[in-house]
Structures are given as structure tokens and as C-alpha cells.
């Protein structure tokens, strides 16, 4: 077995056979003389960028501490499939181009999905009859190689692609085996009156797949939630929501809801006997070391069971400098981080990053010096040295009760998940100005409405004059796909169709989604955090307390240089990093 064998160096006859590679040029030949050399050497003598533009690039690498090729690439001078071609031919790897290059089914069938990715490799053609081609995105990647030998008996040889390109077929392998796990499990459904004693372990087993692959393939799809909803025919409908949008995937046959429903209760703890009830449960998903939370509830509907799963993946609770907030936004939540005491609110409708805003500032504050306590319902990420509480108001564990229990505990950092009511907000601004760093949920849709929500839910507006250091408001926009933008020119005429009716400024250059198999024809791929940081000063304190409204108290901290939700928005349209048809959706302009 070789993972440095060129692949593209094929006899005739070999590339005259039937699932072989029928375009040579799709593999970049290997130069012996770049093997080991710097990155910036080797683009430049594969003609991709100047000396100058290296230089440059070298400069930043050494101030930022990043590779020279990914600020080569984040700088616009060199594509992904450059960059790829340029690593491939330091580390003595041919490199693959997935999107001109035919696939050989009998290769893609050489290893099942999961494996597939599991190890970040897909077979994608057999060079001869003892050997096969596999595309990979990291040149490190070596475990894969010798593992897939040993699966398939074969030798193999590595060739590199970019990791955007692998994640687009391992998607398109996550799907098709959804697909396939369907058409299996119905196969054995119907044949099951005919096996006999075999018939339940068979079904079984086939439930069991489905149920897998449809979970496998969300986290391939990056779902944030999964939706299985019956329909009038006794089907269930499965949908993912990816980037804040639910899409179909598979409908699952009447046979086989029951037996999907009892296998994810089972999962999570629940009672299977129980259909008519809601219920709620949690469980884990995935290989050891990249497992990821399910929280699962369940709920009686005209047609039958509907589920919810909520995929909470703890790794994708990024640091602040990466939420998206912009400098003046950042700044604000850093200063007040820094403060001993007072409440930082974080506020917006459902699902606009909220949670994910308060676990990366306590992440940022847990250090051994401090004692951080949570009351959250439920706990989506478990933070190691933070104490975190459940809700559970079937025992009496309520917000308000839980949060007068902690105060005696002596915590320096306090998050309270959401504030719902009176009494909550009550202990919760009461602890703010006795010493403590609360942190805290509301659902209002701007910063400025947060404060006078506070004091419409009974809370004395002087307490939270005195209290509150700054209101983040949120919202997540779809990012543009960068693999298939097209250019635009946005005008005032484009901003007030928008719903910016007061844009004044002049037409600027900026990006419309397309749709490419990269981003499932979508357009967008991720999302990004738009931020408005609310900081109360003097004159906002007072303003609070006379009882301004919140609309003179956004435009008088506007005034005082804070960046709105809309201005936050038409900057990231400006930088090329959202749509403008997405920021009026997200920051409701229409």
C-alpha cells in the first residue's frame, strides 16, 4: 500500500476501462522538486500569487501566528482549490478536483457512510482491480488510509481534495444512505409475515438503521433540530432545520413510525408505552470523542406522535471574538465582563443565539478564581467547574426558587436562563447590585425594550437604572455561500424595497445567494451573530428612570455611537458576508 503513489500515472489501457478516471487533468501531477518546501514557495512556482503577495502574506502569518497559506487564502490572492493544490504538492499527494473527476459507485460502496465519516475519506474510484482511490482533506489524515486498507483488503492510495469538496460528498453519501436505510427498513417491514422467527430481530435492526442514518445524516447537514412529524396517512415526515430553515428529507412508511418512535424514546429514557402524553428526554449521539446532546421531546397530535430533537453540539459554542459582534459591540460587552457586579441582559425572539451569547461570556469568566452558578431549563451545555442546576418544577426547582438558593451559596457569577417573571427579575436585579455578575435571558426584540420590559414586569425602574450594565441584542443571519455568490450593486431604490426606508448613503457592491451542491442549493452555508450592545450610561440611567420610552432611549445611545441590529446588518451586507434580503428577514425591515 502506497499513500504517495500518483494516481493520475495510469497505462492506457487503464484509462480506456470503465470507472476509471476519464479526465487526467483533474489530478494535479506531483512535482518532486516542491515536496518539503514552504507553502510560499511553492505558490509561488505554481504561478498562483507574486513574491510581493507571499511576502506580504508572510509578514501577517508571523504577527497573527496563522499558516501562510490561510492568510494567503482569507486575503482573496489564492482560491481553496489553490491552496489545496499547493499543500498536496508539499506533502507528495496527488490532488483530486471532486468536481471534475467521474465516481465510480463500486468505490463509493467499498465502506459504508459512517465509516466514511467517521475517518474523513471517501473512496471515490479503483485505480486497478487491487487498488483503490480515496479522497481525503488533510495530508495528516494517514489512520484513514491504513484503516480503509484493512476494511476493504485493498491497497489504497490518498489523493487530496479541499475540505469543502469532501464535506459536499460526504454529505451526498449521509443522504443516499438515508435514503437507502428507508427503502431497507420498508423492504423488511412488508417481507416480515413472511421470515418467521427472524421477523422481529430483522425489523428491528432495520429500525435501528433508519433511525441512525437520519441522525448521522443531520449531523452531516449541520441541523440544528430534526423534525419527525406524521402526516394523515400514517408517514412521518422528517425535516432538518439548517440555518435557522427546516428542509424535507425522507418520509418514513407508517410500518416503521411506531417502531423509530420506540427506538429514540428508548434512547433517551423515556416510556415507550406512553403515546398520548408529552414527554421529554436527552441522549447521546455519535463516536466516542465527537458525541454530541439530543434533547428530545415528544407531543400528541391529531395524526399521531410528533418529535422534536434539538442537536446541541458542545463544541459549537465559539469564543466572543467570533459571534460576529462588531468592534464597538465587542467592547461594550467586554467592559462590562469586566465589572464585579451588575446584570448583562442578553435579549431576542426565539432561536437568535441568546444561549450561545451567555455560554461564551461564561466561558470567558470561568476561571479558578471565580464561582459560577446556573439555573437553566434545561442545561444545553455542560461547562466543566461551573455549577449548573436544572429546572424542576415539578419538585418546586423554579427560577425564583432556585436563584434564592444559589445567592447563599456564594457565587461570584450568576446565570439565570431566562427571566419570565416577576420575582425572578426581582432576586435576579437584587443580586446584580449586592455584589454580584448576573447574566440573563429576556425576550424583547432590541436592547432598549429589555430595560423598560424589566420595569413593565414590576421591578422598580431605579433598581434597574442601578443594575444593568449593558442589553445584547441578537440575531442569526444565513452567511452567504462563498462558492457561489454573485456580485450586485445595492442603491437606495434595492435599500427601501428592503424595508431600509431611510437609507441615504451611496449604492455599494455586495453579494446575492446563487445555489451550488456546496450549499445544497441554498445559497447560504452557517450562520453569523448580528449584534446591537446597549450600554447604560448617565444619561440612559436617567432617561430610565423619567420613564422615556424605549424608542427615545435607542436613539439617544445611537447617538452615543451604538450600532443598531439594522446597521449591524447592512455592514455584514457591505462585507460580502450575508444577503440583503437576509438582514431585512432577520432584523424584521420588511
Same mark, same amino acid.
Given at each position: 500500500?502506497?499513500?504517495?503513489?500518483?494516481?493520475?500515472?495510469?497505462?492506457?489501457?487503464?484509462?480506456?476501462?470503465?470507472?476509471?478516471?476519464?479526465?487526467?487533468?483533474?489530478?494535479?501531477?506531483?512535482?518532486?522538486?516542491?515536496?518539503?518546501?514552504?507553502?510560499?514557495?511553492?505558490?509561488?512556482?505554481?504561478?498562483?500569487?507574486?513574491?510581493?503577495?507571499?511576502? #506580504?502574506?508572510?509578514?501577517?502569518?508571523?504577527?497573527?501566528?496563522?499558516?501562510?497559506?490561510?492568510?494567503?487564502?482569507?486575503?482573496?490572492?489564492?482560491?481553496?482549490?489553490?491552496?489545496?493544490?499547493?499543500?498536496?504538492?508539499?506533502?507528495?499527494?496527488?490532488?483530486?478536483?471532486?468536481?471534475?473527476?467521474?465516481?465510480?459507485?463500486?468505490?463509493?460502496?467499498?465502506?459504508?457512510?459512517?465509516?466514511?465519516?467517521?475517518?474523513?475519506?471517501?473512496?471515490?474510484?479503483?485505480?486497478?482491480?487491487?487498488?483503490?482511490?480515496?479522497?481525503?482533506?488533510?495530508?495528516?489524515?494517514?489512520?484513514?488510509?491504513?484503516?480503509?486498507?484493512?476494511?476493504?483488503?485493498?491497497?489504497?492510495?490518498?489523493?487530496?481534495?479541499?475540505?469543502?469538496?469532501?464535506?459536499?460528498?460526504?454529505?451526498?453519501?449521509?443522504?443516499?444512505?438515508?435514503? @437507502?436505510?428507508?427503502?431497507?427498513?420498508?423492504?423488511?417491514?412488508?417481507?416480515?409475515?413472511?421470515? &418467521? !422467527?427472524?421477523?422481529?430481530?430483522?425489523?428491528?435492526?432495520?429500525?435501528? *438503521?433508519?433511525?441512525?442514518?437520519?441522525?448521522? *445524516?443531520?449531523?452531516?447537514?449541520?441541523?440544528?433540530?430534526?423534525?419527525?412529524?406524521?402526516?394523515?396517512?400514517?408517514?412521518?415526515?422528517?425535516?432538518?432545520? =439548517?440555518?435557522?430553515?427546516?428542509?424535507?428529507?425522507?418520509?418514513?412508511?407508517?410500518?416503521?413510525?411506531?417502531?423509530?418512535?420506540?427506538?429514540?424514546?428508548?434512547?433517551?429514557?423515556?416510556?415507550?408505552?406512553?403515546?398520548?402524553?408529552?414527554?421529554?428526554?436527552?441522549?447521546?449521539?455519535?463516536?466516542?470523542?465527537?458525541?454530541?446532546?439530543?434533547?428530545?421531546?415528544?407531543?400528541?397530535?391529531?395524526?399521531?406522535?410528533?418529535?422534536?430533537?434539538?442537536?446541541?453540539?458542545?463544541?459549537?459554542?465559539?469564543?466572543?471574538?467570533?459571534?460576529?459582534?462588531?468592534?464597538?459591540?465587542?467592547?461594550?460587552?467586554?467592559?462590562?465582563?469586566?465589572?464585579?457586579?451588575?446584570?448583562?441582559?442578553?435579549?431576542?425572539?426565539?432561536?437568535?443565539?441568546?444561549?450561545? #451569547?451567555?455560554?461564551?461570556?461564561?466561558?470567558?469568566? *470561568?476561571?479558578?478564581?471565580?464561582?459560577? =452558578?446556573?439555573?437553566?431549563?434545561?442545561?444545553?451545555?455542560?461547562?466543566?467547574?461551573?455549577?449548573?442546576?436544572?429546572?424542576?418544577?415539578?419538585?418546586?426547582?423554579?427560577?425564583?426558587? &432556585?436563584?434564592?438558593?444559589?445567592?447563599?451559596?456564594?457565587?461570584?457569577?450568576?446565570?439565570?436562563?431566562?427571566? @419570565?417573571?416577576?420575582?425572578?427579575?426581582? =432576586?435576579?436585579?437584587?443580586?446584580?447590585?449586592?455584589?454580584?455578575?448576573?447574566?440573563?435571558?429576556?425576550?424583547?426584540?432590541?436592547?432598549?425594550?429589555?430595560?423598560?420590559?424589566?420595569?413593565?414586569?414590576?421591578?422598580?425602574?431605579?433598581?434597574?437604572?442601578?443594575?444593568?450594565?449593558?442589553?445584547?441584542?441578537?440575531?442569526?443571519?444565513?452567511?452567504?455561500?462563498?462558492?457561489?455568490?454573485?456580485?450586485?450593486?445595492?442603491?437606495?431604490?434595492?435599500?427601501?424595497?428592503?424595508?431600509?426606508?431611510?437609507?441615504?448613503?451611496?449604492?455599494? !457592491?455586495?453579494?446575492?445567494?446563487?445555489?451550488?451542491?456546496?450549499?445544497?442549493?441554498?445559497?447560504?452555508?452557517?450562520?453569523?451573530?448580528?449584534?446591537?450592545?446597549?450600554?447604560?450610561?448617565?444619561?440612559?440611567?436617567?432617561?430610565?428612570? !423619567?420613564?422615556?420610552?424605549?424608542?427615545?432611549?435607542?436613539?439617544?445611545? @445611537?447617538?452615543?455611537?451604538?450600532? #443598531?441590529?439594522?446597521?449591524?446588518?447592512?455592514?455584514?451586507?457591505?462585507?460580502?458576508? =450575508?444577503?440583503?434580503?437576509?438582514?431585512?428577514?432577520?432584523?424584521?425591515?420588511?
Amino acid at each position: 500500500m502506497s499513500s504517495s503513489a500518483n494516481p493520475s500515472r495510469l497505462s492506457e489501457s487503464q484509462q480506456r476501462e470503465p470507472g476509471v478516471i476519464r479526465r487526467p487533468h483533474a489530478l494535479a501531477p506531483v512535482s518532486g522538486s516542491l515536496v518539503g518546501r514552504r507553502i510560499g514557495e511553492i505558490v509561488v512556482s505554481l504561478g498562483f500569487a507574486t513574491e510581493d503577495q507571499v511576502n #506580504t502574506a508572510v509578514d501577517e502569518a508571523r504577527e497573527t501566528g496563522r499558516p501562510t497559506g490561510r492568510v494567503l487564502y482569507d486575503r482573496g490572492t489564492i482560491s481553496k482549490d489553490q491552496l489545496a493544490q499547493a499543500i498536496a504538492a508539499r506533502t507528495q499527494l496527488s490532488y483530486i478536483d471532486l468536481k471534475n473527476i467521474e465516481l465510480e459507485e463500486r468505490a463509493l460502496n467499498a465502506i459504508d457512510a459512517r465509516s466514511a465519516i467517521k475517518y474523513r475519506a471517501v473512496p471515490i474510484q479503483y485505480v486497478d482491480d487491487d487498488t483503490l482511490l480515496v479522497a481525503i482533506s488533510e495530508p495528516s489524515n494517514v489512520l484513514a488510509v491504513d484503516d480503509i486498507s484493512l476494511m476493504t483488503g485493498l491497497n489504497v492510495r490518498a489523493g487530496l481534495t479541499t475540505e469543502d469538496q469532501l464535506e459536499e460528498l460526504l454529505s451526498r453519501l449521509s443522504k443516499n444512505d438515508v435514503v @437507502r436505510a428507508t427503502e431497507e427498513a420498508s423492504r423488511v417491514s412488508v417481507n416480515s409475515s413472511e421470515v &418467521g !422467527e427472524h421477523a422481529d430481530s430483522e425489523d428491528e435492526t432495520a429500525s435501528v *438503521n433508519l433511525l441512525d442514518s437520519i441522525l448521522t *445524516n443531520a449531523l452531516r447537514q449541520r441541523a440544528s433540530d430534526i423534525h419527525l412529524d406524521p402526516l394523515e396517512n400514517g408517514s412521518v415526515r422528517v425535516r432538518y432545520r =439548517i440555518d435557522g430553515m427546516t428542509h424535507d428529507t425522507t418520509n418514513v412508511a407508517p410500518a416503521l413510525a411506531s417502531r423509530i418512535f420506540a427506538r429514540m424514546k428508548i434512547l433517551a429514557n423515556m416510556d415507550i408505552s406512553i403515546r398520548h402524553v408529552p414527554q421529554d428526554g436527552r441522549a447521546t449521539f455519535g463516536e466516542e470523542g465527537s458525541e454530541v446532546t439530543l434533547r428530545i421531546a415528544t407531543l400528541p397530535t391529531i395524526y399521531g406522535e410528533s418529535a422534536a430533537v434539538r442537536v446541541l453540539d458542545r463544541k459549537n459554542v465559539p469564543p466572543l471574538d467570533r459571534l460576529g459582534l462588531d468592534q464597538v459591540a465587542y467592547d461594550a460587552l467586554q467592559r462590562a465582563l469586566r465589572k464585579p457586579h451588575g446584570a448583562i441582559l442578553a435579549t431576542g425572539p426565539t432561536g437568535s443565539g441568546k444561549t450561545t #451569547t451567555l455560554y461564551a461570556a461564561m466561558a470567558q469568566l *470561568n476561571t479558578p478564581e471565580r464561582t459560577i =452558578i446556573t439555573i437553566e431549563d434545561p442545561v444545553e451545555y455542560p461547562l466543566p467547574g461551573v455549577k449548573q442546576v436544572q429546572v424542576n418544577v415539578k419538585r418546586g426547582l423554579t427560577f425564583a426558587a &432556585g436563584l434564592r438558593t444559589m445567592l447563599r451559596s456564594d457565587p461570584d457569577v450568576v446565570m439565570v436562563g431566562e427571566i @419570565r417573571d416577576h420575582e425572578t427579575a426581582k =432576586i435576579g436585579i437584587e443580586a446584580a447590585l449586592t455584589g454580584r455578575l448576573v447574566l440573563t435571558t429576556l425576550h424583547t426584540n432590541d436592547s432598549a425594550s429589555a430595560v423598560t420590559r424589566l420595569a413593565e414586569m414590576g421591578v422598580e425602574r431605579y433598581l434597574v437604572a442601578s443594575s444593568v450594565e449593558c442589553v445584547a441584542a441578537s440575531r442569526l443571519a444565513r452567511r452567504l455561500c462563498t462558492e457561489c455568490r454573485e456580485p450586485t450593486t445595492i442603491d437606495a431604490a434595492k435599500m427601501r424595497e428592503a424595508g431600509y426606508v431611510d437609507f441615504e448613503g451611496a449604492a455599494f !457592491e455586495a453579494f446575492d445567494p446563487v445555489g451550488c451542491p456546496s450549499c445544497s442549493n441554498t445559497g447560504y452555508r452557517g450562520r453569523s451573530g448580528i449584534y446591537e450592545v446597549l450600554t447604560l450610561d448617565d444619561q440612559i440611567r436617567e432617561m430610565l428612570i !423619567e420613564r422615556y420610552p424605549s424608542s427615545a432611549i435607542e436613539e439617544t445611545a @445611537r447617538k452615543n455611537g451604538m450600532v #443598531t441590529l439594522k446597521d449591524s446588518a447592512v455592514d455584514r451586507v457591505k462585507q460580502g458576508v =450575508i444577503s440583503l434580503s437576509e438582514a431585512a428577514r432577520v432584523t424584521n425591515t420588511d
